[in-house]
């Protein structure tokens, strides 16, 4: 029988988690401008063309070309089976009357079922919405579930070298810039240096709750 408790969002709103025997169920997070959901069917369409942006098919290991067979699968199949199998939890990002803004999610949450209790944040952003903030403010919506639901303890953010639209999301979230990790992404079939920056909860004023011992600042 799965198990109901509900649980901040982020300020003033409230969502409902079910955690069943496997898997979660996909929850929806409301922000003040945006509908954090699970994606449907219905925005296939909306995806494929997001998704024609060459700035996302550069940085992004996403089909190219990126045809109506990648939305289904991606939305049909891969998203959903995120939640069921808790390898992913995916989110499409909406205006409140509708319309797609981008994907978000957490990935590689395999680690958050051990000590260590990490998780990395991913996204990307429809070309007609950027520079809007929706991005910075659905990701806060994250963050705060990863933090006071998830338990998250570290979250990462991990993206090529010269991605600079997503790195710039990253600082003003407060990740920190841990340094470059060489060949970490293989894309288009070439291995790529890679930007990594994490945030801990108490970057945003949140307790951490196992002890953390920084390494001492060089004199």
């Avoid at 959903?80 to 995916?90: F, I, K, L």
């Avoid at 920190?176 to 945003?204: F, K, N, S, Y």
Wanted: hydrophobic letters at 40%.
């Amino acid at each position: 029988m799965p198990v109901a408790r509900k649980v901040p969002a982020t300020p003033g709103r409230t969502v409902v988690i079910r955690r069943h025997n496997r898997g979660m169920e996909p929850v929806t997070l409301r922000t003040s401008r945006l509908l954090l959901r699970p994606f449907e069917a219905r925005d296939l369409e909306a995806v494929r063309l997001a998704c024609q942006d060459p700035e996302i098919t550069r940085w992004l290991p996403v089909p190219d070309p990126y045809l109506r067979e990648h939305a289904e699968e991606f939305v049909l199949g891969t998203s959903p089976a995120g939640w069921r199998e808790d390898t992913m939890y995916n989110f499409g990002v909406f205006t409140l009357d509708g319309e797609l803004t981008g994907s978000m999610g957490l990935v590689r949450i395999e680690r958050l079922r051990t000590v260590e209790r990490q998780a990395e944040i991913g996204f990307w952003t429809a070309r007609e919405r950027r520079g809007q903030g929706y991005t910075d403010e659905a990701a806060r919506a994250v963050i705060d579930w990863a933090f006071g639901t998830l338990g998250v303890e570290r979250l990462e953010w991990v993206a090529q070298v010269g991605n600079e639209g997503s790195r710039g999301v990253a600082r003003r979230l407060g990740f920190v810039l841990e340094g470059v990790q060489r060949a970490r992404i293989v894309h288009r079939g070439t291995r790529r240096d890679a930007w990594i920056a994490a945030l801990l909860p108490t970057d945003w004023q949140r307790p951490l709750h196992t002890p953390y011992l920084p390494a001492p600042t060089p004199r």
